[in-house]
């Protein structure tokens, strides 16, 4: 078990380990857990874990696969003093022959880097970490659950583990993984969801974090989450205040898109840009490149004609411009995307004592459809696109 | 061990039991630690912890006093993913009969009452609370350092321990205090510490959480600080752009004062308001009070003549201003004031690629050091003031 150097630091110094997937350790569990039927999203885990920690002198250690199960750590430790404590949202699908399947896993392994970077945990390889998820759910395969819309979710995290109580980066960490089957993240079997706007709380704010996936992002949003569903909201829909605007950022568990209709008829698909802000969503990125896709004539979107244009803007959106498109009637449809809620309708708009009642309010339109139906089709390979479902393999 | 409840919800509801310090357990360490000589602030805690957890269906658990050890935490705990865990920083002091003492302790757990609320933790009996943590102080006084600046510094800290990963609130908690002997927090003897001046990254804004003691207020501090620090600063200075302008917020660590003469040989001490922005430290709040007392006649601070007044300002202090009482040759001094660091002088501030030097890289200046003095002869108990410190008794 012990870790063999892959790089050698200068004069003597002692090796430090890089992250290496052929070092892994598997240990089973003796008993498997029953599958539950259906669940709340992170509600069951699997049998399985992924743990691998890094200490400054020897770097990473052996990863190992092991029963699910608590991790004791010191009450000192940073993860709870000072929170530098990042993750992701990745899922695993069941593809047509009954194969686990990744979607773009390599851009979640990106984004875990930066995020790490940002709050100064240990690097590590992005590629050895890929090699051990995909070795973790082909290990706890039969959990993925294989009714249309669901999926087993995972979730990488890293936390700091330094143990000393002044405030300086942790030279410490504990990455794992663990993962859990998941249906739809809110039942919107009736419609669009309803937001509430706020802006006297602020997630973001040029020069913070908000673009990068920190656990600490969260818990500021508990408080006025508690507050927009106690007056009926499933969720926030952040602003910016900004030269005396309010800008659209994005919904915590997701990114906002509107759908614009042209007086010619072609559609202008607006969110917000990737200002620092806004969290850089993978199903974001998808979002736009297929809508260009089809514009581009390099692919047709379910439902949608061929020679219907959709003109992608990454741009500020404010609540005024929002309402104004909606009173003229030019709002086709809202909806929100991301990895927990794939594309979700917005019904409407919680925003200064009124509601700002959208289309999507009967559910998703044509856009947010078709992009739906493709991603969930790249997602469960059964539309191939451009690599971005891979197959687990070993 | 079964928990009584104070209170009665209604209609068959389960008991929530409230914090109840005479509910305490004390499981005494069976062997105790040797005294470590000397020590880097948070390196050794102290024989014992105290430590508490609720549960939504059952409320507070009998508080528990026991040996220091690591904590058994679910991986999916709302502390490692969404970080809703906030702090307290207090310390214990030895008074001239050996007596221990806190230090307007009273603060500190309204202090901590608004950060738990901010991010919807459990509420708690604040004068609960602060019963245990005198009782953990007496069960370990032996730990309060004696030598001139040294101290016992005292961590309470509360946690969310939900294991559920949809984001919302944590509805489970676990609230623990341990202790760690402490002397001076930077190494200061040879005169002002330099800080950079940091405005690209922005510690805390308009309707964000730098007012509140939350641990995810400092992670994002770790890159910057880890810059400043290959750079030769010990700490960063955060300043926060407003209008065209920088505004000087805090230090992370300390809370900014700084001293401007008048013509007529009165002194300003300005220091910048609580707008939300800044952390609402205690001993920026006593140094603003006994100055007060100073100039009203009510007290005479050491070293400083009864005649000399004092005026103190809450008010937004930009880069630009300091510069400019700098170069007029008004600035008699600038230092950081916070629990950890008392009153610490301020030698230089890096900006924009230029250093400005002030009167405090020599040291604390009259201002400075009468506070500094007054504050530790109020907190060891050698000089009574308004009841600030209190003695720790059973």
Chains 1, 2 share one sequence.
């Not at 078990?1 to 892959?6: D, E, G, I, P």
């Not at 568990?253 to 509107?258: D, E, Q, R, S």
């Amino acid at each position: 078990m012990a870790a063999t150097a892959k790089t050698s630091p200068p004069n003597g110094a002692a090796h430090i380990a890089e992250l290496d997937a052929s070092k892994l350790i598997v240990n089973l569990a003796e008993t498997l857990k029953p599958i539950p039927e259906d669940a709340h999203f992170g509600e069951h885990k699997t049998d399985h874990m992924l743990v691998v920690s890094y200490e400054p002198t020897t770097g990473w250690s052996a990863p190992e696969i092991k029963p699910y199960g608590p991790f004791t750590l010191d009450p000192s430790s940073s993860c709870f003093q000072y929170c530098p404590n990042v993750f992701e949202g990745m899922k695993a699908y069941v593809g047509p022959n009954g194969e686990p399947r990744l979607f773009r896993s390599n851009k979640n392994m990106e984004r875990l880097t930066r995020s790490a970077e940002r709050v100064a945990l240990p690097p590590f390889d992005e590629k050895e970490l890929l090699v051990l998820i995909k070795r973790l759910v082909m290990i706890d395969k039969r959990w993925i659950p294989t009714k249309e819309g669901h999926s087993l979710y995972i979730r990488p995290t890293i936390i700091g583990t330094r143990t000393a109580l002044g405030v300086a980066a942790s030279d410490s960490a504990l990455l794992y993984v663990f993962m859990t089957p998941t249906g739809p993240y809110f039942d919107s079997s009736a419609g669009g969801i309803p937001l509430q706007a706020v802006s006297k709380t602020v997630r973001s704010w040029p020069g913070g974090t908000g673009g990068h996936k920190l656990g600490l992002n969260y818990a500021p949003g508990f408080l006025p989450q508690r507050v927009a569903a106690k007056d009926g909201y499933v969720q926030i829909l952040w602003l910016l205040p900004h030269e005396g605007e309010e800008r659209i950022t994005e919904a915590g568990a997701m990114n906002f898109f509107v759908v614009v209709k042209r007086d010619d008829g072609d559609l202008d698909v607006v969110t917000p840009p990737l200002d620092g802000t806004i969290l850089p969503g993978i199903t974001r990125l998808s979002c736009i490149e297929l809508l260009q896709a089809h514009t581009e004539g390099r692919t047709v979107l379910p439902g949608i004609p061929a020679t219907q244009r959709l003109y992608t803007h990454e741009r500020p959106i404010t609540m005024r411009e929002l309402a104004a498109w909606t009173e003229e009637g030019k709002v086709v449809e809202a909806f929100g995307v991301g990895t927990a809620v794939a594309v979700l309708p917005i019904g409407r708009i919680g925003h200064e004592e009124r509601d700002l009642v959208l289309p999507s309010q009967e559910g998703l339109g044509v856009v947010g459809k078709a992009l739906l139906r493709r991603v969930l089709d790249i997602q469960t390979g059964r539309f191939e696109w451009e690599g971005w479902s891979e197959v687990c393999e070993v």
